[in-house]
């Protein structure tokens, strides 16, 4: 169950410029959140920004019973939030999504993410690399944007970083170093989160190739809990004269490939 409380601030970094990453003190998420599942935050006591702002889990503690999240600032409520410090309480509503990774019995997986859309993909592979090899797939637009590369280092058995302007690591986008990869090992499942053009190469790749694959959507939304119809998408079964949505906030922010049309 989601827990609206105020968790205290007690670690804050600048990860670059304009990218932040917040360590939380909360037993409460901590003890029950599961990679994939979400925050959102209320970023001030005002009427604006009225809305909360989802953020991904990042890491979970829970010996130390911490939850940490990364974000980019990208207009007035992560603007606001970048300014909190340390022992500031923040209103935090979570952990929210129904749908986090099934990390299943699977012994061979690839993970692939894009931007920021690569923080709540570091939880499951902490936890997956403790039972499976772990290959790991980042890409980011260039080396500005390249974020938390030896974290990821210490939870896969193979890192692969890209940038589309090849001005870092590897040149190109991410998904063509997977397929070059699953040429030669089939993997058991696909996680991915990311851009959208990303994650409908991934979706139609790992069809093409009969992959399970779970996707995690970070659709604009609103309320988080079901309730403003903001986060919709279309399920890829629904009849063409009838489209049947699930939104994301609820059912998701993970996915199947398969159920959902991108
Ligand atoms: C489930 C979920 C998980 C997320 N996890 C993270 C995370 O771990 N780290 C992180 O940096 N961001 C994450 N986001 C995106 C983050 O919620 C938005 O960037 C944030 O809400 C923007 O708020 P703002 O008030 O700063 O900007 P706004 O003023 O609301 O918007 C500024 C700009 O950002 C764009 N924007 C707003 N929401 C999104 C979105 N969901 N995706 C893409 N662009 C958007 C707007 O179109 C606008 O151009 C996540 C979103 C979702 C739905």
Redesign the pocket.
């Known amino acids: 169950m989601p827990v609206n409380i105020k968790a205290k601030l007690i670690e804050k970094s600048k990860l670059k410029s304009d990218t932040f990453k917040f360590t939380v003190s909360t037993k409460e998420i901590a003890d029950t959140a599961r990679p994939g599942q979400?925050l959102e935050i209320r970023v001030s006591d005002n009427i604006d920004?009225f809305l909360r702002?989802?953020?991904?889990i990042?890491d979970i503690n829970k010996e130390n019973s911490t939850v940490t999240?990364?974000?980019?600032?990208?207009?007035?409520?992560?603007?606001i939030l970048s300014n909190k410090n340390i022992g500031d309480d923040i209103d935090v509503l979570g952990p929210l999504?129904f749908g986090a990774f099934n990390l299943a019995d699977y012994k061979n997986i690839s993970i692939i993410g894009g931007g920021?859309g690569v923080?709540?993909l570091h939880e499951l592979a902490k936890v997956a690399c403790k039972n499976a090899k772990v290959n790991t797939y980042l890409g980011f637009r260039s080396k500005d944007f390249v974020v938390c590369e030896e974290e990821f280092a210490k939870v896969s058995q193979k890192l692969v970083i890209t940038t589309d302007d090849g001005s870092y690591a590897n040149n190109g986008f991410a998904i063509n170093y997977l397929i070059e990869d699953l040429d030669k090992n089939k993997a058991d499942c696909i996680y991915a989160c990311g851009p959208l053009p990303m994650l409908k190469a991934v979706q139609k790749l790992a069809i093409e190739r009969n992959i399970p694959c779970q996707i995690s959507l970070?659709?604009?939304?609103g309320c988080g809990i079901g309730a403003c119809l903001g986060?919709a998408v279309k399920t890829s079964a629904s009849p063409a004269d009838a489209p049947q949505y699930v939104h994301?906030c609820k059912a998701g922010?993970v996915f199947d490939a398969s159920y959902v049309e991108l």
């Open positions: 979400f920004p702002r989802p953020i991904s990042y999240f990364i974000f980019q600032v990208k207009g007035k409520g992560t603007e999504g920021i923080f709540p970070e659709e604009k939304m986060c994301v922010p």
